[in-house]
């Protein structure tokens, strides 16, 4: 499960380095999407695999369903490490995201993020302000 942060910059061909920690989380390939909040989600194939079951069983007649299975979809790309340890943002994630110059990558269950850095500081701040489901957290903690 990979987890932590890490500050890089997306050079002038769209290439971002994934985090040495995360690489053998991503070794066999990966997909790049939209993720939520305008940030991008990585996913190592097996977890995409798992996904697709699931929005493949999403009901066609709901309309919901149909424009989140698009949202995701739509924006989908595979993406493997080059020798750097880089992958390729394609340019409309690029700009879903604001994924130019500084970016952070962050670690999460099933997946990585990849988040304008001026957008994960404010979003950091907001948590750290209104932190979610406190409750949630004495569970977890005790």
């Known amino acids: 499960m990979p987890f932590g942060e890490y500050q890089y910059n997306v050079d002038d061909?769209?290439?971002?380095?994934?985090?040495p920690p995360f690489r053998d989380f991503v070794a066999d390939g990966m997909i790049v999407t939209r993720g939520l909040d305008d940030c991008l989600f990585v996913f190592p194939l097996t977890a995409w695999e798992r996904i697709e079951q699931h929005?493949?069983?999403l009901p066609l007649t709901?309309?919901?369903?149909?424009k989140f299975v698009r949202f995701f979809y739509s924006g989908a790309a595979k993406a493997k490490l080059d020798s750097a340890g880089r992958?390729?943002?394609p340019p409309?994630?690029?700009?879903?995201?604001?994924?130019d110059g500084n970016v952070v990558v962050v670690g999460a269950p099933n997946r990585l993020e990849i988040w304008n850095e001026a957008l994960w500081l404010d979003n950091l701040g907001d948590v750290q302000s209104n932190p979610p489901a406190p409750e949630l957290l004495r569970e977890l903690i005790g």
């Open 13 to 19: 061909k769209g290439r971002v380095i994934i985090p």
């Open 62 to 66: 709901d309309p919901d369903s149909r």
């Open 87 to 89: 992958i390729t943002l």
């Open 92 to 99: 409309p994630l690029r700009n879903y995201a604001r994924a």
């Open 55 to 57: 929005l493949t069983a």
